[in-house]
Every structure is written in structure tokens, then in C-alpha cells.
């Protein structure tokens, strides 16, 4: 089992950055492939960026470039570094845990935070 806690989210400007943490308990933690997925009012949660235990990568086409995925085992903590925000980018982020190789699919990640709410004002 693996309990995972989101922080770090805010309101910013349009422009700004703000930096996410998910802290998972677990001493497996380092197996895990985890990421990022978001989701706003209305529409399908998403997936915005995730990494495996090698610390290999993927992003989603929209954040590619502006958002940066990282982990730190020792810690037990997966971050994302998100600059040159949009308010296209305003919603809940949820971090999520998977036994798996990394995907892109909510069905690949077991495990799931409850999130926390990131808004870009323009």
C-alpha cells in the first residue's frame, strides 16, 4: 500500500512558477513509476508528466519544455517544477503511484493522491 500526499499548489500569475510535491510513504517507493495527472471542471484528468525508477521521463505535449519532473528517493518524494504558467495550466494536480512501467494512462497508476489545486490568473 502506498499513500501519497500532494502540496505546494497556489495561486500564481500568469508567467509565474510554482513547485509541487508528493510525499509517499512506502519503502518501495523507489520501484514505483510515478506522475503527475491533472484535471479542471468539466474535463477528463489528464496526464501531465511522469517518471520511472531509472528516472526516465515523459510529458505531456502542453507542459513540454515549461514543467520538470524529478524524484528523490531518499525522500520519498516525486516533484514538479512548473514555470512560464498559463492559465490554461489552472487545476487540480494529483500525484499518482504505479507497479508498472510509466504510461500515460489513469489505469496504469494504482495509487492516488487527493490533490491540490493550482490556479494561474491572467
Known amino acids: 500500500q502506498v499513500q501519497l500526499v500532494e502540496s505546494g499548489g497556489g495561486l500564481v500569475q500568469a508567467g509565474g512558477s510554482l513547485r509541487l510535491s508528493c510525499a509517499a510513504s512506502?519503502?518501495?517507493?523507489?520501484?514505483?513509476?510515478m506522475a503527475w495527472f491533472r484535471q479542471s471542471p468539466g474535463t477528463e484528468r489528464e496526464f501531465v508528466a511522469g517518471?520511472?525508477?531509472?528516472?526516465?521521463?515523459k510529458y505531456a505535449d502542453s507542459v513540454m519544455g515549461r514543467f520538470t519532473i524529478s524524484r528523490d528517493n531518499s525522500k520519498n518524494t516525486v516533484y514538479l517544477q512548473m514555470n512560464s504558467l498559463k492559465p490554461e495550466d489552472t487545476a487540480v494536480y494529483y500525484c499518482?503511484?504505479?507497479?508498472?512501467?510509466?504510461?500515460?494512462?489513469?489505469?496504469?497508476?494504482?495509487?492516488w493522491g487527493r490533490g491540490t489545486q493550482v490556479t494561474v490568473s491572467s
Open positions: 517518471i520511472n525508477w531509472s528516472d526516465g521521463t
Open positions: 499518482a503511484a504505479g507497479g508498472g512501467p510509466l504510461g500515460y494512462s489513469r489505469t496504469e497508476y494504482a495509487y
Open positions: 512506502g519503502r518501495t517507493f523507489s520501484w514505483y513509476a
